[in-house]
């Protein structure tokens, strides 16, 4: 018979066995050529490309969905709005990867939108964005206008240099709004203009920018700007689409990374995997971090983020996203349409944000998304009202924009997003800064994708992917 310790030290033996049993086994999962951290447009876009190039992935996404902020909330009716990103501007490589897998795109407004300011409704009804700026400008303030952005174009042609002019990388000292409002001969109402086109594209007020990165954005509305487009269905499909062309057994879900080791044979990344809380280990040739700014805090780096890494993530700041979907009754459709045209989106000066129409089949219920920004955005992301408090916020405000349409909303539905989930640079830093270049280049063999590394939009996602993949492929060549 065994003695009682010698059956302990057994017991305990096969114990430990036990434990280490499944994390042998995790060692064991598939390689790939590119492990990638977070299944957003910027790491789909990534394994998009690296398939193409004949390289082998892996998506690990810490949450149960894909697409990051592209999201679509469907309702009953065949009703659907978006969540999270709203529009592909048309500089986005994005369109090319949705072209190539037949995704059909929409476009059905410009890049300026309706106007709301000082309680009055100022409609896009023209054929073009100049004829909507003499619609709320008068002659001179258009003339000044013409003058302002004609050198605003010729500034961000300068932003290809590399390096930056000293005089134009100096205007990072200045905020976007002090900048204007010191230099540009635009008149009150010309800037007001140009603060509310522009704060929900970085979503927190033109003061908190720097004037160097307000050049940078002013590009989508200079001229007759840049065209938004919208996949059809939803933008949900697009994120399915790139998916099915990875292949979903390449992504997986509830995968929440916590370290990532690199040396020069390769990388190891450890991930918990939050439906059953196992530790999981996954290894390949190279790395990219596809998640947003702040994520990067949720892993520990061996060797660890370079200083200059570790400063930029500190400095860089964020803008704030919040959504509400408004089901209303069908006839409140008569306050956006004018000649059986609808006037959305509005850009309100105010807590609705920008007002989009959602999609719903004919004579159902309307649908309005509101997606709010900056110092709004922050309150209702904070959670210090009640939902209760919240819808009357929002209804007040649109009772307040349209009057009567207050008795017809029928509910509200909430999203919100992480404080610091979208990309802003403040008053002393810039996208073109050596900080924000430390965050494009890679760390031995982890890269570093998503929009923050480029600018506030979804074609910074996928132009960073982009950049992570084309030096992957090179660093390989040279291999």
């Given at each position: 018979m065994f003695n009682k310790p010698s059956c302990r030290l057994v017991l305990w033996a096969l114990a430990a066995l036990a434990l280490l049993r499944p994390l042998a086994a995790s060692a064991q999962e598939?390689?790939?050529?590119?492990?990638?951290?977070?299944?957003?447009?910027?790491?789909?876009?990534?394994?998009?490309?690296?398939?193409?190039?004949?390289?082998?992935c892996v998506i690990l996404e810490m949450s149960p969905h894909i697409g990051g902020r592209i999201r679509t909330a469907n309702y009953a009716g065949q009703a659907h709005?978006?969540?999270?990103?709203?529009?592909?501007?048309?500089?986005?490589?994005a369109i090319q990867i949705l072209q190539e897998l037949k995704v059909p795109l929409e476009s059905s407004y410009s890049s300026f939108s309706s106007l709301y300011r000082q309680g009055r409704i100022y409609p896009f009804t023209q054929s073009d964005n100049f004829g909507f700026l003499?619609?709320?400008?008068?002659?001179?303030?258009?003339?000044?206008?013409?003058?302002?952005?004609?050198?605003?174009?010729?500034?961000?042609?300068?932003?290809?240099?590399?390096?930056?002019?000293?005089?134009?990388?100096?205007?990072?000292?200045?905020?976007?709004?002090?900048?204007?409002?010191?230099?540009?001969?635009?008149s009150a109402k010309a800037l007001d203009f140009v603060r509310i086109e522009t704060e929900p594209e970085y979503a927190t007020s033109w003061d908190k920018i720097s004037a160097l990165d307000g050049i940078a954005e002013w590009h989508l509305f200079s001229g007759q700007g840049l065209t938004p487009r919208h996949v059809v269905g939803g933008n949900q499909h697009a994120a399915r689409a790139i998916a099915d062309f990875i292949g979903y057994e390449h992504i997986r879900l509830n995968q929440l990374v916590t370290h990532i080791e690199a040396d020069d044979n390769g990388v190891e990344i450890t991930a918990i995997d939050q439906s059953d809380f196992q530790q999981r280990i996954f290894r390949a040739r190279h790395a990219i971090t596809a998640i947003p700014l702040f994520r990067l805090n949720d892993i520990q780096f061996s060797p660890p983020l370079s200083p200059e890494r570790i400063e930029a993530i500190k400095t860089q700041a964020s803008g704030a996203y919040f959504t509400a979907h408004v089901l209303l009754d069908n006839r409140a459709s008569r306050f956006w349409t004018q000649d059986q045209e609808s006037i959305l989106p509005i850009l309100s000066d105010g807590p609705l944000g920008v007002i989009y129409e959602g999609h719903t089949a004919a004579n159902r219920d309307a649908l309005l998304n509101l997606l709010i920004s900056g110092s709004h955005a922050e309150r209702f992301n904070a959670r210090g009202d009640t939902p209760e408090e919240t819808k009357a916020i929002l209804s007040t405000a649109l009772e307040k924009l349209w009057p009567g349409i207050g008795a017809m909303i029928k509910q509200m539905t909430f999203y919100r997003y992480h404080p610091r989930a979208i990309a802003a640079w403040p008053v002393g830093r810039s996208r073109f800064d050596g900080l924000s270049e430390s965050l494009r280049q890679p760390q031995g063999r982890v890269y570093f994708a998503g929009d923050f590394t480029e600018d506030t939009h979804s074609n910074g996602a996928v132009n960073a992917a982009i950049r992570a993949v084309n030096g992957i492929l090179q660093e390989a060549e040279a291999d």
């Open positions: 598939p390689s790939a050529d590119v492990v990638i951290v977070g299944a957003g447009l910027s790491g789909l876009s990534a394994a998009y490309y690296l398939k193409k190039a004949g390289k082998s709005a978006e969540i999270g990103l709203e529009e592909f501007w048309e500089n986005n490589p003499q619609s709320v400008l008068d002659a001179d303030e258009v003339k000044a206008y013409q003058a302002w952005d004609k050198t605003m174009a010729e500034l961000y042609r300068q932003l290809e240099q590399r390096p930056l002019p000293q005089s134009l990388l100096a205007l990072k000292e200045l905020s976007f709004a002090e900048w204007l409002r010191t230099t540009s001969g635009l």
